[in-house]
């Protein structure tokens, strides 16, 4: 058991930090990044990377892509599409179980302190709004039943948020191969139209054959591993608000720690479950 928590003893203890993994995600980077590089040695390795880079077939493919996709949802919501692949690649995680640790240390606080000797603590997770706006609620006094209906309805709204920038991409990888094979059918009319002056095959044919191309290298190399990542890194969110609701709730309701603890090996997954009490 944490003894800095104990009644009586002098002194303010530090809160156990979270662990947490670099604020880059160096698996999205280097997976996009690796895939992308390995497709252009292999064009540099066949002799003839110009044949590959038509400004046509870009503003067809990602300007189409952008404007359909845009059409489906709203701008606001492409908006919120970008900021949550921003913080996709450049984010802190939080290690789930040592983040429980802390709420019981907190909790634990609150039992043997009182509730505003929390307040001295919040700096300490100033950086985790949901945290932060619960402890907050109880230091105020609000009771635990309506601190738990408020977290849980920004919760879900959060959850919406997440789901929708989701979408998002998830369309844009369905819409990008569609754009392409738009983009061919332009070429070959453009290339069945001019038959008879052999200088426009080759262009249109260009047009043709690289849309397919930008739209299929768009849709499986960007748009659905980041789809997939922002689908893991919001369960990882989800579960850590779903521990602060917890922890929030119980000490306005003055619980005893160890039935919190209880609560957040139910939900935590086993390799991360906690022991605080032992």
Do not use: H, W
Request: with cysteine.
């Amino acid at each position: 058991m944490a003894t800095d928590t104990q009644p009586g003893q002098g002194g303010q203890r530090p809160l156990t930090q979270p662990a947490t993994r670099g604020s880059v995600d160096v698996a999205t980077i280097f997976g996009i990044l690796g895939a992308s590089i390995l497709i252009g040695t292999a064009i540099v390795l066949g002799g003839s990377p110009s044949s590959f880079i038509d400004y046509p077939s870009v503003l067809i493919v990602i300007g189409g892509t952008f404007g359909v996709v845009t059409a489906c949802f709203s701008l606001r919501d492409m908006a919120g599409a970008f900021r949550t692949v921003g913080r996709t690649v450049f984010r802190t995680n939080l290690d789930a179980g040592e983040a429980a640790l802390q709420l019981l240390q907190l909790a634990q606080i609150a039992r043997y302190r009182g509730v505003l000797a929390i307040q001295s603590y919040m700096p300490a997770v100033e950086d985790r709004e949901m945290l932060r706006a619960g402890l907050a609620m109880v230091v105020d006094g609000t009771p635990g039943e309506d601190v738990e209906r408020i977290m849980r309805r920004e919760v879900q709204a959060i959850a919406q948020r997440q789901t929708r920038s989701v979408s998002i991409m998830k369309k844009a990888a369905e819409i990008s191969p569609a754009m392409g094979l738009i983009g061919t059918l332009v070429g070959l009319i453009q290339m069945l139209a001019n038959l008879d002056d052999p200088n426009t095959i080759g262009p249109s044919m260009a047009v043709a054959l690289l849309t397919t191309f930008y739209g299929a290298l768009l849709s499986n190399v960007v748009f659905t591993p980041l789809a997939s990542k922002m689908e893991r890194n919001a369960t990882e969110e989800m579960l850590l608000n779903q521990l602060y609701v917890m922890a929030a709730s119980s000490i306005g309701r003055q619980e005893n720690p160890r039935r919190l603890e209880m609560l957040f090996n139910t939900v935590l997954p086993p390799s991360q479950r906690v022991d605080y009490f032992g």
